[in-house]
């Protein structure tokens, strides 16, 4: 048997094994790819990047994952009743239909066992499950978040009204299924809202957050923390960022859009200083607690917008000598692009997570002096859409 016809072979039996993987596929609509190879499906993503990029740089090999499965260390289920019998899944895509799911290609395994160990609790504890069409009931979501390198695992139970029925008792029952547990909390959610988390948090086991250690740093993760939810390939992006920023111990460098200051705090003992910028309050909160907790004393964050705050350091007349910029999936503004460039730095490094508004402000950015020299796709979210494809790019100012 010739080379080719072995590798069909192959190919052939990766897409049936695929097919089978998955009881819910086709009604989630999570996993695009679902049918192929992770191969064939590497290959179209990095196309996608290419052609988006087209005209703009050159782009590397995706980073693909080694085991692309069961990366999401955050899981969050809804329940419903099926004939008088409570059942758990997620929301069909688009749609606020619950689609039974019991475990999932992409979800944490520990997490996906104890949503269906909660749910065979909730009978014998009497605990109603929230309908948003008449609300009534008292379960939302249940939400379990996992360090995967710490192994604490934090489950939140999203309830419309902090009376929980024998809450006591309920942690014991879960803990003696699930020791592995470090923390419990109840999230109440009484508002008619599409969004999963309330603000009110009562600690009913554990410290009420996990930790989680990446790229050397330890991170505190609250319920509604933001945290990358592939934490295997986010360490390979924020190592690729920080080895294209060149840094040597001599710069004032910015992370724009820092979130929790994940991606400063891994550049922080590579360069002088580190400024972080970011909109969410309480994301800079965490910033500032996860600095101190792990010793990183040149990083300092300022809280707000980054177009705005860069605009006013452009009119201070500061310098920058690297920029990193991570911004959500509309991308960056004009008004943050305007001032990077007063900043003056040497070297910008964008990751971005979706292509389409990456090209668009690369060739913003090209106008204002700086070019860009080679993208990497990241491969952060395995089986779904191309344009959920993380890109990191490098641009330096001069000629092209
Ligand atoms: N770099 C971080 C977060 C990236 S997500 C990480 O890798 O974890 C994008 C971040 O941009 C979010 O934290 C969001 O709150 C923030 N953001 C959105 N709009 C912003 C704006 N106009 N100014 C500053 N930050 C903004």
Redo the contacts with the bound molecule.
């Keep these: 048997m010739n080379q080719q016809m072995n590798q069909q072979m192959e190919k052939t039996k990766l897409k049936t094994k695929n097919a089978n993987k998955c009881a819910a596929a086709g009604m989630c609509g999570g996993c695009t790819y679902i049918n192929g190879s992770y191969e064939k499906q590497l290959t179209e993503k990095e196309q996608y990047v290419r052609t988006q990029l087209k005209g703009i740089c050159p782009v590397n090999p995706i980073i693909g994952m080694k085991n692309p499965y069961h990366y999401r260390n955050k899981v969050t289920a809804t329940f419903s009743y099926k004939k008088g019998e409570i059942f758990s899944g997620i929301y069909e895509e688009k749609s606020h239909s619950v689609v039974p799911v019991d475990s999932c290609l992409l979800e944490d395994q520990t997490a996906d066992q104890i949503i269906c160990d909660i749910r065979g609790l909730l009978k014998s504890f009497k605990i109603t499950i929230y309908s948003e069409r008449t609300r009534y009931g008292l379960l939302r979501h249940v939400m379990i978040r996992r360090g995967f390198t710490t192994g604490e695992v934090l489950v939140i139970l999203v309830v419309t009204s902090p009376v929980f029925p024998s809450k006591n008792n309920f942690v014991k029952a879960l803990l003696k299924m699930h020791p592995e547990i470090t923390s419990v909390v109840l999230n109440v959610n009484d508002r008619m809202t599409s969004m999963v988390l309330g603000d009110r948090n009562i600690v009913l086991y554990g410290k009420g957050y996990i930790e989680d250690v990446l790229c050397n740093n330890r991170f505190r993760i609250s319920a509604q923390s933001?945290?990358?939810i592939n934490p295997v390939q986010t360490q390979k992006l924020y190592e690729k960022a920080v080895e294209l920023a060149n840094l040597t111990g001599e710069e004032i460098a910015i992370d724009?859009?820092?979130?929790?200051g994940?991606?400063g705090m891994t550049a922080a003992s590579k360069a002088k200083t580190v400024l972080g910028?970011?909109?969410?309050a309480l994301?800079v909160k965490d910033a500032i607690a996860n600095a101190r907790a792990n010793h990183v004393t040149n990083i300092h964050f300022l809280q707000g917008?980054?177009?705005e705050q860069m605009t006013q350091m452009a009119e201070e007349g500061s310098h920058a000598d690297v920029v990193f910029m991570?911004?959500?999936r509309s991308g960056s503004?004009e008004a943050f692009m305007d001032s990077v460039a007063v900043l003056n730095p040497k070297r910008i490094v964008y990751?971005s997570c979706n292509p389409q508004t990456l090209a668009r402000d690369l060739k913003y950015l090209a106008k204002k002096g700086y070019h860009t020299k080679q993208a990497t796709p990241v491969d952060m979210f395995p089986w779904t859409k191309a344009e959920h494809v993380e890109t990191v790019c490098l641009l330096e100012k001069g000629k092209k």
């Design positions: 933001f945290y990358q724009a859009y820092c979130g929790i994940t991606i910028i970011e909109l969410n994301a917008d980054a177009g991570d911004p959500p503004s990751v």
